[in-house]
């Protein structure tokens, strides 16, 4: 009893330092996201026989976007900052090649497939330190982030087809955040960041009889990303303000390994050539301090 009274205590004037501190920004938004993506495979494990065997092509994925953001600040300048977004894919085309010869030369298999379902989430834990004067602040940053894409090969002719690709992006990050006070109440921010990154995915390729399902084969690379955002800002009370940003990135990856699964139980190696991500977005939210 006495130490849950003590914690209440302590709640209680944690609540009253908050306030006091006026910590916490909060935003939520929404947006219009639009991205690109593809990866190639070699036919064999040292990059030959072809050196492009098979290509996804991925196109304009597009749908809407929601996010959420809660920043405390820490002590002065110091801030942690959580952040989620989720994306829908409701529109989207893909293309599967395979070829014979080296360098995209004589096609044997090609397929035009639509791809109009599916999510992109993104997961990120920011610490930074934000230095500013009158007009004029600059925020590096350093993090951790996840990012999981989840798409499909369909044909509306071909109903059992419903082919899959998982992607999952997790490293750290580094980055800045300028904000420049245009006026009293309109604000323009920057923000960069790259990210140094694991790559992993796995497909199931369901229609493909001697292939394992539900996993018929893993990617393993590694990569980077480049993310740059500009935020014009509009506080239209003391404690909110609205905002609208603009979002740009770039993800890709170096050579890995593709590895595929037999139904029979074997496994076989070739090289991951490599995966490229392409991604805008273009959004509308709300701030809330307090």
Not at 78 to 97: C, E, K, M, P, R
Not at 254 to 279: C, H, M, P
């Amino acid at each position: 009893m006495k130490n849950y009274i003590c914690c209440l205590i302590n709640l209680f004037l944690f609540v009253d330092f908050v306030k006091a501190q006026d910590r916490f920004e909060f935003s939520i938004s929404t947006a219009y996201q639009q991205s690109d993506f593809k990866w190639s495979i070699a036919g064999s494990a040292n990059g030959t026989n072809p050196n492009v065997y098979s290509e996804l092509i991925w196109k304009n994925l597009r749908g809407p976007a929601f996010q959420t953001s809660l920043k405390t600040k820490l002590w002065k300048g110091l801030f942690i900052q959580g952040s989620v977004n989720y994306s829908a894919i409701i529109g989207g085309s893909a293309n599967d090649t395979d070829y014979a010869d080296d360098n995209r030369v004589n096609p044997v298999f090609e397929a035009n497939l639509q791809s109009d379902k599916g999510y992109t989430a993104d997961y990120l834990i920011t610490v930074g330190y934000k230095y500013k004067n009158k007009k004029l602040s600059i925020s590096p940053y350093l993090g951790y982030g996840k990012s999981t894409q989840s798409m499909f090969l369909l044909d509306e002719n071909i109903e059992e087809l419903n082919t899959s690709y998982k992607a999952n992006w997790s490293g750290p990050f580094v980055g800045f955040i300028f904000d420049a006070q245009l006026k009293t109440n309109l604000h323009l921010e920057t923000d960069f960041a790259y990210h140094q990154l694991g790559y992993h995915a796995k497909a199931d390729w369901n229609l493909i009889d001697n292939f394992a399902h539900p996993v018929s084969f893993k990617h393993t690379a590694n990569g980077f990303a480049l993310n740059g955002k500009i935020t014009v800002v509009y506080t239209f009370y003391k404690s909110s303000a609205f905002f609208i940003d603009v979002q740009k990135s770039f993800w890709n990856t170096g050579a890995g390994i593709d590895e595929l699964f037999y139904d029979n139980g074997d496994i076989a190696f070739t090289k991951l050539n490599q995966v490229e991500r392409n991604s805008n977005n273009l959004g509308l939210g709300l701030k809330l301090y307090f």
